[in-house]
């Protein structure tokens, strides 16, 4: 049999010429790409030795000295010289004291580790792992993470160099490198905890743990070591004070890092978090404990800070260390609204305990008050105090403008009467009838505060005697989305809630009657916002924000922070000419603030607010209360200035006391404040007629009318009719 084999296909010629062209082709490519990674390679290491490595050697000089720094001033008007006028020095120095390594807690250290750079111990100052992964997110456009280790942290803190760009962020690589070989680990994280900023002017451990614990930082336990080091992530967000619930909630992550990295065991980690549940940050000092200084900033410049560092971050991008070094270290110059002479009336009061002797709380507590004073011609806050008695530390809680509390029933006025005088739904003769509005669980509700009912009254009256159940129906023709839009939009009340969801998985919301017709809202108001809203009347309806400086100007002579509506000029020598006051938006027509006006004047003449009466002066306002008796408010204002006090408890407690101490307070201040003013009317171009309507039917009064109300009316707006004792309404515009 014959022997075939299978024929083999011929290859062409080109198939050979094809592999050949793309073999040579590759090597090609492969050569270009070695040659070329070689030239950058060189290129790379010459730009490194030339222009990096110098830097990364002088940079512990750098990290030393980290440049000439300026202190700002903050300035008042003087209006007897018509010059401005120190107000005070904000020195450069940072608030902060060394603690050596040997006296953080392992707990601190370990803290710090687990939740900021948990290959800490292992690496050599740059994390290669997280910085690779950054470089990823960047390149993909994805969320940036966090690349830098705490070294790389420590290097920024020093330098303050903060730049996001490539030049930067390879220079602190090799600075971390150099920084890591010259450097233990323990003096590395001695040095970051006594550099990281905390908030509230505390810079290093020591300063914080005194200020939010009033301890010595060797005797912080688990959870506060776990809650302090939560702060730093963003000072503002976890301020534990503004913030407790973000607090906590970054204090558990840590907490479950540290277990997750073996720090801790799941029991311990457990009894942390209930722990933390319940810290007590206290209002503590933030004075040098080496110097022993008390003289302290006042109330005014603390707040002062506060608001410019707020507006740098918000206006510039900056973080709030940055803000914070710009202000204290970058020779600013800060034109305030600061009144010596309010202020000083409002010291005569807030300064002496004496002022609120004899309200103690059952408990012995110390009866507590704040204040803020508003300029009604130009908006600004000319005077405030954050409490009774001695300010004893720097920037410390501030009752002014930290603490929120329910308003009660001074929160009617602005949430309910003027948005209905607003709609035209009632006039001052609108007559409502004094009962309950609905029954909650078998029960009349709303109940008032003398327990009964009156049938039917004016909303004069009802205002004035602050009837709860007047005030709910007319909230009723208002409508509470609509009264909650307004607050929050128009009158800029940034405290309420729509949408409030607690740590106990419990949902709040302020669009409802009890908390905007009687006060009740979830989280409360500072008197620094009731302020602002009140002096929108007295203002024929314009609201403007309530602000304490008008110019802030760099050390350039550079505008770098201005409130709308100031005339501004800045001179050759970064010296600043300031004129006129805030602009704002007209919320409420001139005739809605010509009857609330009026009515609020009721308040203080014939209803609950008679003890803020100052004689030979118009006031108006409205007091408040709330249902626990736990805060007592006036809010109230002359021609001239708005001013808004809050009453209560540090710990809430009941307030033992028949009169409203709010105005006592209010009538001891104002009434200092306005000696030597004329006493001119409210809304002086509204020109009305005065009319005595009857309270039970809205109508002229007559004879046989058994209660009257005085008021003046714009034409068209008064009474057509005459008490006929026959129920009658008149919403007539």
Sequence with gaps: ?????????????GDHTLLKWFGLVLGTLALIGVTTSAILACYAAAYIQDKIMP???????AMLDSGTELSSVVYYYDRKDSTWQELQTLHAEENRVWVPYDEIPEDLIHATVAIEDKRFFNHHGVDWKRTAAGMVYMFTGKRVQGGSTITQQLIKNLTHQNQVTVR?????????????????????????LNEIYLGRQC???KTAAKLYFNKNVKDLGLAECAALISITNNPSLYDPYTHPANNLKRCRLVLDQMREQGYIDQKTCDEAKKEAENLNFTVGSRE???????DYYSWYTDEIIEQVIKDLEAEYGYDEKTATHMLYAGGLKIY???????????DKVYTNANSVEGWDSLNGDILQSAITVVDNRTGAVVALSGGIGEKVGYRIWNRATDTVRQPGSALKPIAVFAQALEKGDILPNTIVEDSPFSKVNGRSWPKNSHGGYNGNVDVTYAMAQSLNTVAVKVLDMVGAEESYEFLTEKLHISTLVKDYVSKTGKKYSDVGYAQLALGGVTKGISTYEMAGAYSTFPRDGVFVKPHLYSAVVNSQGELVLATPGYQIEVDANGNATVSGGGTGEAVFSTSTCYYMNQMMEKVVTEGTGTNAAIEGMNVAGKTGTTDDDFDRWFVGYTPYYTAAVWTGYDKASPIQSVN?????LWQQVMEQVSKGQEAVPFTESMDGEPVTFCGKCGGIATGSSSSTQTISFLPGDEPDYSCSHSWKSSKKR
């Design 1 to 13: 049999m014959a022997n075939h084999q299978t024929a083999q296909p011929k290859k062409k010629r």
């Design 55 to 61: 830097q990364v050697n002088s940079s512990n000089a």
């Design 336 to 346: 305030s609204c600061y009144d010596p002479e309010v202020q000083k009336d409002v």
């Design 660 to 664: 409203n101490p709010a105005c006592v």
């Design 288 to 294: 040098n404990e080496e110097s022993g200084s008390g």
């Design 203 to 205: 810079f290093g451990v």
């Design 168 to 192: 930067r962020k390879i220079l602190e690589i090799f600075e971390a490198l150099q920084f890591d070989r010259t450097h233990t680990k323990e003096e590395i994280i001695e040095w970051y």
